[in-house]
């Protein structure tokens, strides 16, 4: 069975600064896809980013990007430029194929606070 | 605008009564799943649907019941067996030709709490 680790359960951060989230993962199928997602107080859940396995470059959406480290099965969010509105949860998560389809397996997920 | 409408958002529940929690999408996509979510855990696939009239369990399934006599439609029944029920619901959907990026379209949540 697959199982994504995060270990910071809770980060602090200036604003404008920027921020890396960790993230490391365990599977042995050579083809996965990892994903983020914020959930702010509200609960819903907001698509991020998403990392392919055999990608061959880092993923980037506007301030967010993906430290992918696919030998340390590790895919680290970096949010650059932190604002107030990204104080949320932060979700990792990866997709593991079933007899019958796909789910999505997530971490334990970090809190960040941006501070003022 | 195409999503997930799930409801209530609130729902409070006595012990032994059973409880349904609303899930419907109109982005015509095939699959369905629900997921609960505790307080400093991440989210547990509880029942999933690939299919119409066709669901799997998933790896909490134990005190909950589905259908999906609907593509539209995955409605999720909390039952009495449940004996820890206060959680936060998820529903979300998929389709294939969307599943490689952007993983799943999350509805907004149901607060299930026992009183």
């Known amino acids: 069975a697959q199982k994504i680790t995060q270990t910071q359960p809770g980060m602090f951060v200036q604003e404008k600064e920027a921020v890396t989230l960790d993230c490391t993962y365990d599977?042995?199928?050579?083809?996965?896809?990892l994903f983020w997602y914020k959930q702010p107080s509200s609960g819903e859940m907001i698509f991020l980013i998403y990392q392919g396995s055999y990608d061959q470059q880092n993923a980037t959406e506007g301030r967010y990007s993906l430290n992918f480290q696919k030998a340390r099965k590790s895919a680290n969010l970096v949010i650059s430029a932190s604002q107030l509105g990204d104080s949320a949860m932060y979700f990792c998560a990866m997709r593991e194929i079933m007899e019958y389809g796909n789910k999505l397996v997530f971490g334990a997920g970090t809190i960040l606070r941006v501070k003022s | 605008d195409g999503g997930i409408t799930q409801s209530p958002k609130y729902l409070f529940r006595k012990e032994g009564q059973n409880v349904t929690l609303s899930c419907e999408q109109n982005l015509n996509h095939d699959a369905m799943y629900w997921y609960r979510q505790d307080p400093g855990q991440g989210l547990r696939l509880i029942y999933y649907?690939?299919?119409?009239?066709?669901?799997q369990k998933g790896d909490i399934a134990e005190g909950y019941s589905v259908s999906r006599e609907k593509k539209e439609s995955f409605p999720l029944t909390v039952t009495s067996a449940q004996k820890n029920p206060t959680a936060f619901y998820l529903c979300a959907s998929s389709t294939p030709g969307d599943s490689k990026r952007n993983g799943y379209t999350f509805g907004s949540g149901t607060r299930l709490t026992v009183v």
């Open positions: 599977t042995s199928d050579p083809s996965y896809g």
């Open positions: 649907s690939q299919i119409v009239n066709d669901f």
